[in-house]
Structure formats: structure tokens, C-alpha cells
């Protein structure tokens, strides 16, 4: 394993472990007069994504690749596969902004369940696409199910709105029979 190939993934989980974090701060509050769809934010996840991929990948094609700029021949795949690539990410962008605004759902188990499917699928497609796999990566899958399910139960979920306490109603509506410490009468000095 290659320690670089490893920090640049823990980036990647770094910033999209905290997309979902950052997207329900998108939402409209609920107090606020003036009210949002949940799709607004969208449109600048989309301006971002573009902004983001064509100017750090222009510089990184330029400068640490010294790459051209042609996708037409034998460079044609690059622009399939990227397009491919980068629509699947938008999609997926599309369906966790829907998961956590329209549809209601909390970071606290949405995002397990993105991460940990997004590792099962790859580790499907890497099987189907190479036709070999070894039994532990079954196993894996298996445990990374049951991770979902614990951190996804465990992650803490913010309180619930504090339950006003009901006034007790008194049983008794002769105030001169129920005598407590507090309405105890001094005994009559004539």
C-alpha cells in the first residue's frame, strides 16, 4: 500500500463524509420566513463539481501530467469514461440530496449506508469485472453490512424536542379538605 494513494482516500472520505453534514445546512430553517426547495442547493453542488474538475483538472493535466487537452482517437475513452464517471457522481450527489432533504432522512444514518454500499458495489463490480474474488471479500461484505447497521443505530441522532411536563389535575375541587405542608392553617388563637 502506498502511504500517498492513502492520505488522498482519507481526503476523499474526509470531504465526502462531511457533504452530508454540510448539505442539511442548506435546508431553509425551519423558522425562517422565507422558505427554499431542497433542490436549490443543488444547482451550486453542480456549479462547485464543474468549477472544481475543470479548473484542478486543467491545472493537474498541465502542470503534474504535462498532459494535452485532445479527446478525439485514442483519447476518446478518457472523455466516454470521464463522462460516465462524473455523471454516476452526480447521480449519486442527486440521490443523497434527495435522501437528505425531500425524503427526510439524517446524516447520522444516510451517510453510513452511502459509504459502506458505495465499498459493497465496488467490491461487486471489481468481482464481476475480473471474474475472481476470494471468499473473506464475502465475508467483508457481510461485516460491512452489519458496521451500517451499528453506526448507522449508534451515531447519535440529537436529542428529541424536550416534552412539556402535563399540569397535575387535582382530584379534590374543595380546596378546604386537601391541607399540604405548604397550605397548613396555624391553629385559630381565639
Known sequence: MKLFAVLCALGVALCWGMYGPTLTNARAPADASVKWGPFKPYVFIGVAYLVIAIIGGAIMMR?????????????????????????????????????????????????????GGAVTVNAIASYLKFHEGNPLMFLGIGLVAVGICL??????????????????????????????????RAPDAS
Open 63 to 115: 502542470t503534474v501530467f504535462n498532459d494535452n487537452f485532445d479527446y478525439t482517437g485514442p483519447y476518446s475513452p478518457a472523455m466516454k469514461w470521464g463522462f460516465l464517471a462524473g455523471s454516476l457522481g452526480a447521480f449519486g450527489a442527486l440521490f443523497l440530496t434527495f435522501a437528505l432533504t425531500k425524503a427526510g432522512g439524517k446524516p447520522s444514518y444516510v451517510m453510513p449506508i452511502v459509504f
Open 151 to 184: 453506526t448507522a443505530y449508534y451515531t447519535p441522532h440529537g436529542h428529541s424536542p424536550a416534552k412539556t411536563p402535563a399540569s397535575p389535575v387535582s382530584q379534590s375541587t374543595d380546596t378546604e379538605s386537601e391541607i399540604t405542608p405548604e397550605t397548613e
